[in-house]
């Protein structure tokens, strides 16, 4: 064995090499692949392009930035109601694996974590509050709506200053509303523009 490993040429080995990187790069890919298929699926299923979700739909696999987008809840406002910390990486873990990570055990045969972002969700909506855009800017996977809730610029504002309709389209992230408009030069296009009218609106990034 020893033998046939000495026997390989550097070519070989440069291949071997290749061969486990592009392997450990596309497993996450197709991880996320499979998440992404499912968070469309379960939006899709349940209409969360209408609004007004129940918080009864929250499932433990969803993220605080997925929440955050559906309920058009700002993330900072979730952050804090969890007690965590504002992190990129954060916003993309599961409620499931934050709530191992914080030790909260289960209510209700659930993550703990889910009952008490529920309830954020309900007091947000009995007393919105303007925290700013926790991510200094505009986004493709941002709804107007949820832009709207966390900068204080209104929805018709906004759409008014992308010449869209808002009537169907509040709920929609910026991904797909360019595409369900068919709008001039796509994603990049629109959210450029709805940074534009924050920018005109003087919004300021959120302070964590």
Avoid: C
């Avoid at 064995?1 to 497993?27: T, Y």
């Avoid at 659930?110 to 509050?129: C, G, H, N, S, W």
């Amino acid at each position: 064995m020893i033998e046939k490993i000495k026997s390989i040429s550097k070519v070989e080995w440069l291949a071997v090499a290749l061969i486990v990187i592009g392997v450990a790069i596309m497993i996450p890919k197709a991880i996320g692949m499979v998440e992404f298929y499912k968070e469309s699926r379960y939006a899709a299923e349940h209409d969360f392009s209408a609004g007004n979700l129940s918080p009864d739909l929250i499932r433990p696999w969803m993220s605080i930035r997925y929440i955050a987008v559906a309920y058009a809840v700002p993330q900072i406002y979730l952050y804090n109601a969890v007690g965590i910390k504002p992190h990129p990486e954060t916003s993309m873990l599961s409620l499931n694996r934050l709530n191992q990570q914080m030790e909260l055990g289960q209510v209700d045969d659930q993550p703990a974590l889910m009952k008490t972002v529920r309830e954020a969700i309900l007091a947000y909506r009995a007393d919105p509050v303007v925290t700013g855009l926790l991510e200094q800017e505009a986004h493709e996977w941002m709804t107007v709506l949820y832009i709207s809730n966390s900068t204080g610029v209104p929805v018709k504002t906004i759409f008014a200053g992308i010449g869209l309709p808002v009537e169907g389209n509040a709920h929609k992230p910026l991904g797909f509303l360019s595409e369900t408009t068919n709008y001039s030069g796509g994603t990049k296009a629109l959210v450029a523009a709805v940074q534009k009218v924050l920018d005109a609106q003087g919004v300021e990034p959120a302070q964590p």
